[in-house]
């Protein structure tokens, strides 16, 4: 999987990365930030289980954040 954005930033001077590409369309981070919450805030999954799945998914992907 490569860690390469394909779409460019849209804060002049800032590389692009997931925030800065999503600042292209606000409602849509906007929107992707309360589905995000609600994802960790709820569910049937506790939160330990949740926090080991995005850090694995992130140490596969090789994810720097």
């Given at each position: 999987?490569?860690?390469?954005?394909?779409?460019?930033?849209?804060?002049?001077?800032?590389?692009?990365?997931?925030?800065?590409?999503?600042?292209?369309?606000?409602?849509?981070?906007s929107?992707?930030?309360?589905?995000?919450?609600?994802?960790?805030?709820?569910g049937?999954?506790?939160?330990?289980?949740?926090?080991?799945?995005?850090?694995?998914?992130?140490?596969?992907t090789?994810?720097?954040?």
């Amino acid at each position: 999987m490569s860690t390469t954005p394909r779409v460019s930033s849209a804060i002049p001077g800032q590389p692009a990365h997931f925030g800065s590409v999503m600042a292209q369309e606000p409602r849509l981070l906007s929107r992707f930030g309360e589905l995000y919450a609600t994802f960790w805030s709820k569910g049937v999954v506790d939160h330990r289980t949740k926090e080991v799945a995005r850090l694995r998914n992130a140490r596969v992907t090789d994810c720097g954040f």
